[in-house]
């Protein structure tokens, strides 16, 4: 709305007013300006303020965070020093407490072998004397059997001559008789005397050697590696019947891998082995049944039977029980080459198999096939060795190549683990109690002794690492029991074995003195004293 001064213009003082109201206006629209454009550069300013603030704040704050990290850093750096520091201190300590218990365990062992030293001393002091006295007592003996000889022959020689003088009378007296008789002219009577009785000769006893000689054992051993080489052969020949006959190839096939991974699953245990042991029981069953292709079972046995009705059997069933055999002897070197009791529950099983009546052949146990397979990788069992520092020697004690063709052996620390655990499964398999059993023991007890005596009957000069090293694997954690199955024997052979082989030999070997350490363990931690 217009002022009504602004056309008054015939007014002068309503035009002034009008000016001045004018100034007025224009004079609050000024100061308005002028507030409006201070107050505009105080914000203005106000923001350039915060926004330098901000800018600072965070350049405080990235500060602030770099010297922190870096701290964090001093910090974990610090902690891990401590720590790096706690950890050598307290493998310093635990190095010194072992030293320690170590010096003491080879100061009791010292100590240990001191005793049983002097204890055998004494014991042979005592022989000594024993003898001594046995001695004298026999030169007594024979003194008093010489005095009565004697004297019994002086008696023999005065009855003769009593006797003698006796015969004469009586001739005389005859004589006087017959004159008599023939002056009466009286007929003489004849006399008759009786024929002398006839004794018999004595007949000479019959003497059998009481140990194998070496030809004897080389020609088993020959026999047993023939059967592992025929097996090889065999397995070529199966492979051969697998591609013409495509069903029995997959047969094959499936219960080969079933076998394997049945083997491969037996631990420590006996309801956990019931499920693998019975799955290869159904394979080798199902086998059994399989009647071609046929096979001639003798060639797989050592001392085959006579007068069988037939020679023939199911050759899928000597396949899969070769493959069985060929998974135990895997499994004990894999299992039982660092911890020895885990051989047990293989070797538990491995001889139930083979004692199973249905998987022998006309009643005989067709365990050889396991053994020929021993027979190959560890001869020592058995009384085959050489000198280890030749490669003849070498093969013959059971050594290998690292790999497949190479010229090079497998190290020492493999070798004396594959014995032991090989060792351990033949112990595993020998030493088997079936006197409760139904079933018929496919491997007696008395193969363990054999072999136990084939080891520890080695000449001392003779005596290697391996002989030592599968001893220890026989007798370790089966003291028990070869005391149970050979009574007092068995303790004469065990102290032979860990006392008198051991420095018969002279052997300064780590695996001769682990054997030579086992009385002393037993005597510690089972009370056993030999």
């Keep these: ?47 350039e303020a915060l926004a330098a603030a901000a800018k600072e704040h965070e350049r405080i704050r990235r500060s602030a965070e770099r010297e922190r990290e870096k701290l964090d850093l001093q910090i974990k750096a610090e902690r891990a ?32 072998i001191e005793r049983v030293q002097a204890e055998e001393a004494a014991i042979r002091k005592a022989a000594k004397l024993e003898q001594s006295r046995a ?10 059997e010489r005095e009565d000889s004697e004297a019994a022959e002086r008696t023999a020689q005065k009855e003769a001559a009593e006797q003698k003088l006796r015969e004469q009378e009586s001739e005389a007296k005859a004589t006087a008789a017959a004159s008599l008789q023939s002056r009466l002219k009286a007929q003489p009577t004849a006399v008759t005397t009786p024929a002398p009785l006839a004794v018999p000769a004595p007949v000479a006893p019959r003497v059998t050697p009481s140990t194998q000689s070496d030809p004897v054992r080389q020609a088993e ?42 083997v491969g699953q037996l631990t420590s245990g006996k309801e956990s082995n019931r499920q693998p042991r019975n799955q290869i029981m159904e394979v080798l069953k199902t086998a059994a049944g399989i009647t071609h292709p046929e096979v001639d079972v003798p060639m797989f046995m050592a001392n085959p039977p006579s007068g069988t009705s037939t020679t023939k059997g199911p050759a899928l069933l000597i396949y899969l029980l070769n493959i069985f055999a060929k ?69 013959r004690s059971g050594w290998v190549k690292e790999n497949k063709g190479s010229d090079h052996w497998i190290s020492e620390q493999k070798h004396f683990e594959r014995m032991t655990g ?55 954690n089966n003291e028990t029991r070869i005391l149970d199955f050979f009574g007092n024997a068995g303790r004469l052979a ?22 030579a350490m086992l009385p002393d363990i037993w005597r510690k931690d089972k009370k056993l004293f030999l």
């Excluded at 990788?377 to 093969?395: D, S, W």
């Excluded at 008395?446 to 136990?452: C, I």
Aim: proline share 4%.
């Design 81 to 112: 020093r401590r720590e790096e520091e706690e950890r050598r201190e307290l493998h310093k300590e635990q190095q010194r407490q072992r030293e320690e218990k170590l010096e003491k365990e080879l100061a009791q062992r010292r100590r240990d």
């Design 221 to 262: 051993h020959d026999r047993y590696l023939e059967i592992h080489k025929g097996l090889k052969e065999f397995r070529k020949f199966m492979a051969d019947q697998g591609k013409r006959n495509p069903t029995l190839k997959t047969q094959m096939g499936d219960m080969r891998r079933i076998i394997k991974k049945c």
């Design 1 to 47: 709305m217009e002022s009504p001064y602004k056309k008054a213009l015939d007014s002068p003082s309503r035009q002034l007013l009008w000016e001045l109201g004018r100034l007025h206006i224009g004079d609050r629209e000024a100061f308005q300006a002028k507030l409006e454009k201070e107050s505009n550069e105080r914000e203005s300013a106000h923001r």
């Design 494 to 515: 065990l102290r032979k074995a860990l006392i008198g082989f051991p420095r018969e030999s002279g052997s300064k070997s780590v695996s001769a003195k682990s054997v």
């Design 135 to 144: 001695a004298e007592a026999e030169a007594r003996r024979l003194e008093k």
């Design 327 to 395: 998974a135990l002897i895997a499994q004990f070197i894999n299992e039982a080459s660092i911890v020895s009791t885990a051989a047990d529950p293989i070797g538990v099983v491995g001889s139930q198999i083979f004692a199973s009546s249905e998987f022998r052949w006309n009643s005989f146990s067709l365990i050889d096939i396991l053994i020929a397979k021993y027979h190959f990788v560890c001869p020592v069992l058995f009384g085959i060795y050489g000198n280890e520092e030749t490669n003849q020697g070498r093969y």
């Design 422 to 476: 090989l060792g351990s499964g033949y112990a595993a398999i020998s030493l088997r109690n079936y006197d409760k059993s139904r079933l018929q023991n496919p491997y007696p007890i008395y193969n363990f002794w054999r072999s136990l005596a084939a080891i520890i009957n080695t000449p001392p000069q003779e005596a290697s690492s391996t002989h030592f090293t599968v001893l220890k694997a026989l007798l370790e």
